[in-house]
């Protein structure tokens, strides 16, 4: 009989300072199978330790973080993961929605990119989409 290896599953950090978002996406995590949910942070500096600790397959992004206004924002972290993680897919998720912020993000390097009130419900879909590199995330230490 040949035993079958259960797939690794599909690392996921958040980045997002208010604390209702952070425990939905939480929830909504901890629920899709497949998916291992390994924290939130609610700053830059939180979130560069957070993804060189655990590296995720999967960054979820917000734009505005409290703490690091006016200096930062979740952008300042798009092209240190991509040189860092090329492999690693970051979608934004904000209430940040124009057009500058999307064409912005995505030239930056982010994956995708979804409005917090009216994209949640595409979260599940893309992350089934997502090939699972776990092998791949690997960082400068």
Known sequence: MTKTRSPVPIKVVTVDDSQLI????????????????LGNAR????A???????????????????DDAPLGNGMTLIPPLRKTYPDMKIIML??????????????????????KTNDF?????????IPNNAEKIVGIE
């Open 94 to 115: 904000t209430n940040l929605t124009g057009d500058y912020y999307q064409t912005k993000c995505l030239s930056m390097g982010a994956h995708y990119f979804f409005d």
């Open 43 to 46: 700053n830059i500096a939180s």
């Open 22 to 37: 952070a425990e939905r996406l939480q929830t909504l995590l901890s629920e899709l199978e497949g998916v291992q949910f």
């Open 121 to 129: 419900n595409k979260i599940p879909e893309t992350l089934r989409k």
């Open 48 to 66: 560069l330790r957070l993804i060189n600790d655990q590296k995720p397959n999967v960054v979820m992004l917000d734009i505005h973080l409290e």
